[in-house]
């Protein structure tokens, strides 16, 4: 089974413009989650797939392969899409290029769920112990089958609480793993109802009939949005790897 890691990198970030070519503690946080994603030994190939000439001069400058889209395209999935197309590869990791601490142990459970045949797309989650993460709208939430697959993934906590109840939530961890074929298949699709209510382009997969095979994972991801992101993940730098 072939394996390749792509991972997005779009420069223009509406809330931290040019934060992929921030420096993080001596050098860009894209080639930190290059770095970190090729440290992880997993993968046959890693591609960073991006629209700006200094991201790739930046990857370039480490020996990184670099796709440089000649398309506009509206999410991270469709930008890989793209790429992918004339690469061979069984099974493709869309590594978010913001989040510059991959963790091989995560990476390796959700990359493992591809031996069983159906399985087509995988994604990870993580139990949430902060009860403002439960209503903050920008931490998705998922809740998943007794099989692990997702049910539905919302902005809103879900499950909701009718009654008195103890429940637990998880948060979706946006690393995406899928098949070839339907990776190709779903940026062909429309965009759907539920995707356009919630801003969440996954629900398209299921709205489509796609499950998707959810993997718990302890790793918690340093996803840089912001300057106060990147603070926090210069702290998280200093603590665990100066």
Not at 126 to 141: A, E, F, G
Not at 188 to 211: D, I, P, Y
Request: hydrophobic fraction near 40%; proline fraction near 3%; include cysteine.
């Amino acid at each position: 089974m072939k394996i390749v890691a792509m991972i997005p990198a779009r420069y223009g970030a509406t809330r931290f413009p040019g934060k992929l070519t921030s420096d993080l503690c001596g050098k860009p946080v894209i080639v930190r989650t290059y770095l970190s994603t090729v440290a992880t030994g997993l993968f046959d190939k890693v591609i960073v797939v991006t629209d700006h000439d200094q991201i790739a001069e930046q990857i370039k400058a480490e020996g990184g392969e670099v796709f440089f889209s000649k398309k506009v395209h509206e999410s991270g999935s469709d930008r890989i899409a793209e790429a992918i197309e004339n690469v061979e590869a069984d099974v493709v990791v869309n590594v978010q290029g913001d989040e510059p601490f991959q963790d091989k142990e995560s990476l390796g459970d959700l990359v493992k769920v591809f031996g069983d045949k159906e399985v087509q797309v995988a994604s990870m989650m993580r139990k949430i112990d902060d009860d403002v993460d439960v209503i903050n709208p920008n931490s998705v939430k998922v809740v998943v089958d007794k099989k692990g697959y997702a049910l539905y993934f919302s902005r809103c906590p879900i499950p909701f609480v009718r009654d008195s109840f103890d429940p637990f939530y998880f948060r979706h961890i946006g690393v995406y793993a899928y098949t070839k074929e339907i990776l190709m298949l779903f940026t062909g699709w429309e965009k759907t109802m539920l995707e356009k209510a919630e801003m969440l382009e996954q629900l398209r997969l299921l709205e489509n009939g796609v499950r998707i095979k959810m993997v718990e994972t302890k790793h918690e991801a340093v996803a840089i949005d912001t300057k106060a992101d990147l603070d926090r993940a210069i702290a998280f730098y200093q603590r665990n790897f100066s």
